[in-house]
Nanobody
C-alpha cells in the first residue's frame, strides 16, 4: 500500500511558478506509475500530468503542456510537478495519485491511491 502526501501549494500571481511535491511511503515506489490531477470549484477532477514508473515517459493535458513538467526521484520516493507561467484558470486543488505498474497502461487512470490534495490559487 502507498500513502501520498502533497505539498508546495499556495497563492501566486499570474505568470508565476510553483513546484508541487508528492512524498510516497513504501519501499516499492519505483514500481508505481504516478499522476497529478486537479479539481477546481464546481468542476470535475481532471488529469494534469503522468509519469511512468521508470520516469522514461511523461504525459500532459493539452491545457498545461509546455508550462508544467512532471518528474520523479525514486531514491527520494517523490514525484514533482513544476508549474510555470501559471494562469488564474490553473486555480484548483491538486492531487497526487499512484498505481502499480503493469499491462494496459493509461496515464489518465484509473489510479488506486490518492493524496489529500494541496490548494493552488493563481491571482490575476
Amino acid at each position: 500500500q502507498v500513502q501520498l502526501v502533497e505539498s508546495g501549494g499556495g497563492l501566486v500571481q499570474a505568470g508565476g511558478s510553483l513546484r508541487l511535491s508528492c512524498a510516497a511511503s513504501g519501499r516499492t515506489f519505483s514500481m508505481y506509475h504516478m499522476g497529478w490531477f486537479r479539481q477546481a470549484p464546481g468542476k470535475e477532477r481532471e488529469f494534469v500530468a503522468a509519469i511512468r514508473w521508470s520516469g522514461g515517459s511523461t504525459y500532459y493535458a493539452d491545457s498545461v503542456r509546455g508550462r508544467f513538467t512532471i518528474s520523479r526521484d525514486n531514491a527520494k520516493n517523490t514525484v514533482y510537478l513544476q508549474m510555470n507561467s501559471l494562469k488564474p484558470e490553473d486555480t484548483a486543488v491538486y492531487y497526487c495519485a499512484a498505481k502499480e505498474s503493469g499491462t494496459g497502461y493509461n496515464p489518465r487512470g484509473p489510479y488506486r491511491y490518492w493524496g489529500q490534495g494541496t490548494q493552488v490559487t493563481v491571482s490575476s
